[in-house]
């Protein structure tokens, strides 16, 4: 499983009011486990930045306006998130709003909401009384943010995913049982390495006399069981032998 965990910059506060992305930061995860594949981008919005968001990020428009706009870098981003990522954000719907807006304006399939994981609501369901900021929950878990003075996506991302793991029980690689490294499936020998079979048989866990005390039992129900239809035939009891 493929997941996208990302974070985005913005001049404000609502893309249907024409703010648009300046910042773009993702961390791929699979099955679980950083894969250490990042994408990072700058963009020109093409417009201020609100004084808000300014106190946020510390992003201005000239600071930017070097930067390529969105249309010139999409094909990059939705070449990253690939056909099967799922994206993770924290508050997805503020992200998702941008993300959307910007791919519609140049003409560009939108995402889905069944491709869209909201840590946010995750945390909410953890932790109902908060808060839930991505702060809180870097203080709550244990992950180190102290350098952290200005919101940058990149970053934002990347504290994410390591809060988005803690979410879901706690961070852990792939639990598949086969190492990566096939040389550690080789015995000392070097041949494939395969368990060897018991020297001596287990003991049968039912001794014949509780074997019998359970088939006398059986036999005094009225109806035949249930499961009975799944026990060999020799350990069935013939409806006519019993009381």
């Known amino acids: 499983m493929r997941e996208i965990v990302f974070d985005t910059e913005t001049t404000g506060l609502d893309a249907r009011k024409g703010d648009k992305l300046i910042e773009i930061g993702c961390v791929e995860l699979v099955n679980r486990f950083p894969t250490g594949k990042t994408y990072h981008q700058y963009i020109n919005p093409e417009r201020d930045v609100s004084q808000g968001a300014f106190d946020v990020h510390g992003m201005s428009w000239d600071s930017l306006k070097e930067n390529p706009v969105f249309k010139d870098i999409a094909s990059h981003f939705l070449d990253f998130v690939g056909d099967d990522g799922i994206l993770v954000a924290h508050n997805a719907s503020f992200d998702m709003g941008f993300i959307n807006t910007e791919l519609k304006a140049i003409g560009r399939p939108v995402y889905s909401e069944e491709r869209v994981v909201d840590t946010l609501v995750l945390a ?39 809060v988005y793991l803690e979410l879901l029980g706690g961070a852990q690689a792939d639990l598949g049982l086969r190492a990566d490294d096939p040389t550690e499936d080789l015995d000392e020998d070097g041949n494939v390495w395969h368990p060897k079979p018991r020297p001596k048989p287990l003991q049968p866990r039912l001794s014949d006399a509780e074997k019998a005390a359970h088939a006398a039992f059986v036999a005094t129900f009225s109806v035949e069981p249930i499961w009975s239809k799944y026990l060999p035939r020799d350990r069935t009891v013939a409806r006519s032998d019993r009381k």
């Open 124 to 162: 909410r369901r953890k932790n109902p009384a908060g808060p839930n900021s991505l702060d809180a929950l870097c203080s709550r878990f244990g992950v180190n943010n102290e350098h952290r003075t200005f919101h940058g996506a990149l970053l934002d991302a990347e504290l994410l995913a390591k």
